[in-house]
């Protein structure tokens, strides 16, 4: 193609408005570059101060500081990202071409130990409350088992820790005293399948369980409707080969169980009398710690049908009766299950033509404790730092921003620069006593699952965020012969 001369191209440049030069100099770019890849005699067009604004922390390292607060700072430039930030858009380009990058910057560092205060929120389970409560099952704190307390005895068998550092907790807290109500029934798991929709015999379709038929021959678990009850059913009758699986596919959670018990009700029907004794054991029941929600052939099952005391269960000649059956689940405690039923047709006999029906249903996993209980609870966030080589809460000099006060704010989280405007209105209010030159962190949600802090000190006037505001500066990079873009330190 035949390129417009340089110097025509400046002229007609310099002539337009600011406000139509940027648009009508991009498009006449994205054609040259085009071009010139097609044209390796084709020379790309030169560009001076190109002007772009940053606005991609996002796009950041997740461990960056930029990352976490949106903006950057002498001790955490620009330069090191948006050079390569520039590459990865604008990497076509003549020698000598310069971009002016705007972004949000603040002339002021706080102290590196705040950053650890950028961090995933520790989210309490029932193991963990476990630590504390000792064999009560509780899954919350009180006035007599205080957070201050009770939670560095949490930390602390969590593993090691360095001075200095920091841990943000979600936990449940009770305002009144819980009762102890001795030998309750806790429950893992319940299902009995009652909701599931479908007509009789439809496959059955049902959030949180796994049913396939894995040999891709066989038929999926289908659904018997019997008055109000829905029972499970496995029935592949001729279908030599077929595999199908029935699996909780959510892990049941026994972080916290003390000796929990798997209970199923169970039963076979439509035994044909002259089949081989192989047509009694085509449904297995089995256990894994793990199960990828895919393919069950990939986790390591446990086959537990024998001390279910299934393989006594005398076969109906019709419709099955059920009965219950258990398994106890010690082994997995302090960990996850799952439930697999699993209905194999096996292949290993030629005269094997017929196979029986199976009912699986109730299946419940359940053990019985001292409960605490108490009317209700509501969720807190606590801070707590690693001193002198214990945990402990922190000082006054900290504040941790709880769900009423995202309410007040009238936002769910913030970002730094929205954190530096609409945090200080929040602390004239929260803490109006203060003295001129307190200064106090704030700790606050940057996501659901991931925090942040700021500085805040109290002036004349109320609080402020501590250092200089922020504000937009402008870098200046060019692209080089080494084909990349470099910061120009000339600027």
Not at 282 to 302: D, I, M, Q
Request: glycine share 6%; net charge negative.
């Amino acid at each position: 193609m035949q390129f417009l001369e340089k110097t025509n191209l400046i002229l007609m440049i310099n002539g337009m408005k600011r406000n139509v030069l940027i648009p009508v100099l991009y498009g006449m770019l994205s054609m040259l570059w085009v071009s010139c890849s097609k044209n390796e005699h084709g020379e790309l067009l030169k560009v001076t101060n190109y002007q772009f604004a940053f606005n991609d922390y996002s796009t950041l390292p997740g461990s960056s500081f930029a990352y976490a607060n949106q903006y950057f700072t002498p001790q955490h430039p620009a330069k090191e990202y948006i050079a390569d930030w520039l590459f990865g858009r604008y990497y076509t380009v003549a020698e000598g071409s310069t971009a002016l990058v705007s972004y949000r910057y603040r002339d002021y560092d706080h102290p590196e130990s705040l950053n650890k205060l950028s961090q995933t929120v520790k989210v309490f389970a029932p193991n963990d409350y476990k630590v504390v409560w000792g064999e009560v099952y509780a899954d919350f704190f009180t006035p007599s088992m205080t957070p201050e307390q009770e939670i560095p005895k949490i930390l602390a068998a969590q593993g090691q820790a360095e001075e200095g550092d920091f841990k943000v907790v979600q936990y449940q807290y009770s305002a009144v005293e819980a009762t102890i109500v001795p030998n309750k029934e806790v429950v893992y798991l319940s299902e009995d399948f009652n909701t599931v929709g479908g007509n009789d015999w439809a496959q059955l379709s049902y959030t949180g369980w796994y049913n396939q038929d894995v040999s891709g021959i066989g038929i999926r678990w289908r659904i018997r409707v019997a008055g109000a009850n829905r029972i499970p059913t496995g029935y592949s009758r001729d279908r030599r080969g077929a595999d199908s699986w029935l699996i909780n596919a959510n892990s049941v959670d026994l972080g916290a169980a003390r000796n929990p018990n798997l209970s199923f009700t169970y039963g076979i029907g439509y035994f044909v009398q002259n089949q081989p004794s192989e047509s009694f054991d085509c449904l297995t029941v089995n256990l894994t710690s793990s199960f990828n929600g895919t393919n069950p052939a990939l986790s390591t099952w446990k086959d537990v049908s024998e001390v279910s005391g299934i393989r006594n269960v005398t076969p109906a000649s019709g419709y099955p009766g059920t009965s219950t059956y258990t398994v106890n689940l010690a082994e997995f405690v302090g960990g996850n299950v799952h439930v697999g039923f699993r209905y194999y047709l096996p292949t290993r006999s030629a005269n094997y033509t017929m196979a029986p029906l199976y009912y699986v249903d109730n299946i419940k996993i359940s053990e019985k404790l001292d409960v605490a209980e108490v009317p209700a609870t509501e969720k807190k966030y606590g801070l707590f730092v690693y001193k002198d080589y214990q945990w402990e809460a922190v000082d006054d000099s900290f504040y941790i921003l709880q769900d009423v006060d995202y309410l007040s704010i009238n936002m769910p989280t913030l970002n730094a620069v929205q954190a530096a405007q609409h945090l200080p209105l929040f602390l004239d209010s929260k803490f109006s006593s203060a003295n001129v030159g307190d200064m106090i962190t704030v700790v606050y949600k940057r996501n659901e699952n991931d925090t942040a802090a700021g500085q805040f000190e109290y002036t004349e006037s109320g609080w402020k965020s501590a250092g200089r505001d922020i504000e937009t500066k402008v870098d200046r990079y060019i692209f080089t012969d080494a084909t990349k873009w470099a910061y120009d330190s000339t600027n």
